[in-house]
């Protein structure tokens, strides 16, 4: 299991490389130059992020994108759920049979308890606060 799938990863990395054009139109080819990931790939997450009303698309000469949302207003929580879904860690093996353990199982308790904490601690994570903690080094 991957907690931040590849799809996310380039999509934050295109986030941050369009905040950091301070409202410029910065086409794809400057993103697939400058983040080295593959143009047809990287047009499909950028579509997405255009569809979700992250980004603002440009077309024609002079075309590209700019950010629709301010990045203090982006989190890392929403990018993985558009990407990769609903993040759940204690899907039962039994899947669509119910559980005759579900009260009495220690892991599902455990599983629990570490779920309840990586979402506390993932929520407040923003673009706007990973790009000030780049900023720091």
């Known amino acids: 299991m991957k907690l931040i799938t590849r799809d ?13 054009s301070k409202n410029k139109i910065v086409p794809v080819s400057e993103l697939v130059k400058e983040l080295k990931i593959p143009r047809p790939f990287l047009r499909k997450i950028l ?8 980004f603002r698309s440009y077309k024609g000469s002079g075309g590209g994108f700019t950010l629709a ?6 989190y890392l929580l929403d990018l993985i759920k558009i990407f990769q879904g609903p993040i ?10 119910t559980c005759p ?13 570490i779920e309840k904490y ?8 923003t673009v706007a606060s990973l790009l000030a903690k780049d900023k720091e080094g």
């Open 8 to 20: 996310t990863d380039y999509a934050l990395r295109a986030i941050c490389s369009i905040a950091k």
């Open 47 to 54: 579509q997405l992020l255009s569809k979700k009303k992250i």
């Open 69 to 74: 949302v301010p990045v203090n207003k982006i």
């Open 88 to 97: 759940k860690l204690n899907e039962c093996f039994l899947k669509r049979k």
């Open 101 to 113: 353990n579900t009260k009495r199982c220690a892991l599902k308790k455990k599983i629990n308890k």
């Open 118 to 125: 990586m979402f506390k601690e993932l929520r407040p994570v």
